[in-house]
């Protein structure tokens, strides 16, 4: 029989940024990519992402546009603190290809 999208493990993603509405946009590429097994959260509010990250099992963190080098910092200190090994990515724009492409390396990598 063969093996689906739905019966891998998902790759559970946290997606944190600035602007709501490209929030919105990043999880609906996310969620609903047919060729990816992605589960996506987010939220443009620090300290409901750190909660997020806590209560779930994130293999790979997005920034997206927004934020800024101190919070990014410290965002990264708390993640990388909690989970030494999880991938954090920076997403600066540049369309679906090209952020579909930066996830399949930064996961590639681990």
Known sequence: MPITNADIHPINILVVG???????V???LLNENKKANYHAIGS?????ARSLFADSDISLVLFTNGIDATLDASLRED???RRPG?????????????????????LAAQ
């Open 18 to 24: 600035r602007d709501p509405e490209i929030l919105q």
């Open 26 to 28: 990043v999880l609906r």
């Open 44 to 48: 443009t509010d620090p300290d409901f």
């Open 79 to 81: 993640f990388l603190t």
């Open 86 to 106: 999880v991938r954090i990515l920076q997403h600066f724009g540049g369309g679906s290809g090209l952020l579909f492409a930066e996830i399949s390396e930064a």
